[in-house]
């Protein structure tokens, strides 16, 4: 037996909410993070005593009801450089909430695989690609330890070095996928598991923070076919990486 959530699930506990960065889309948002986190954990509870060994696991906190500043930079590298996914078979990687698969779509993707383990982000990525009207978005789940994606040319992964452990584990994927000739984006405000090699500026903006009057700033690396030698660093030493030549910033965006 395996969890399924309804997208009821998910319009009962979020807003629809326009990413500071991408205001031409809506997504479903978390205002209290607690409520919704406590309504996942009761329907766990539910579901674990009805025999569903994927809810008896702890659940992770729902990364799917937020617009990281990874992936809203991603999505606007994408909307405005068109012919970076277009006709182009696309992984939106930690997809999340599912906005940089959408950016992808629209941008003209041949076609576009949504990939996140999180049991909620098939309803949520659903709830979110109808309010858009962006159709076609299959949503899978794990895909970092098979040998291969097929017929994948781009990889885009927003915000996906949020952990150790996430970060040592998909960042292998990413370089293994650009020696194959995939092109692999990576959106990230700048965390401290980033590597300090292996990556090429592309773009930076100022993400608006939601909450308060501050802004993340946050790249668009490309990630080479060369691996790193290590993917820890102190946070802001980013001694090989010089941000010249890219995108200026993107003026900010006000939320809806
Ligand atoms: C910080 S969130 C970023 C979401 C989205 N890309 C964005 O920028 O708004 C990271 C996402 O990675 C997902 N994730 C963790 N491990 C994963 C795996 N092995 N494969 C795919 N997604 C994974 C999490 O569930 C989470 O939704």
């Known amino acids: 037996m395996s969890l399924v959530v309804s997208r009821d699930f998910v319009l009962a506990y979020t807003q629809a909410r326009r990413p500071t960065l ?27 005593q009805a ?16 617009a990281w500043p990874g992936g809203q930079a991603l999505a606007r590298y994408v909307l405005d450089h068109p ?14 909430s599912g906005l940089v698969a959408l950016a992808a779509a629209r941008a003209g993707a041949s076609s576009v695989m949504a990939s996140d383990v999180d049991p909620y982000c098939p309803a949520a990525i659903a709830v979110n690609a109808a ?6 978005i299959q949503v899978v789940g794990n895909v970092l330890d098979g040998d291969d994606v097929p017929d994948i040319e781009v990889i885009l992964a927003g915000d996906v070095c949020y952990d150790r ?51 993340r700033r946050t790249t668009v690396w490309r990630v ?32 809806s």
């Open 22 to 48: 991408v205001p031409e889309f809506t997504v479903r948002t978390a205002a209290d993070v607690v409520a919704l986190w406590e309504a996942i954990q009761r329907e766990h509870d539910t579901a674990g």
């Open 51 to 66: 025999g569903c060994r994927q809810a008896a696991q702890v659940s992770n906190p729902p990364f799917w009801a937020a």
């Open 83 to 96: 012919e970076s996914v277009a006709f182009r078979t696309v992984l939106d990687l930690g997809s999340g």
């Open 131 to 136: 309010a858009n009207d962006v159709t076609g």
């Open 165 to 215: 452990a996430m970060t040592e584990r998909v960042l292998p994927f990413l370089h293994a996928a650009a020696r194959r000739g995939c092109d692999v984006l990576l959106g990230d405000p700048d965390r401290a598991y980033l590597p300090r090699t292996g990556l090429e500026f592309v773009a930076a903006y100022d993400v608006p923070e939601v909450d308060a009057p501050t802004s």
């Open 224 to 255: 080479r076919a060369a691996r790193p030698m290590s993917s820890a660093r102190p946070a802001g030493l980013n001694p090989d990486r010089s941000p010249t030549g890219g995108t200026p910033c993107a003026a900010p965006c006000s939320p």
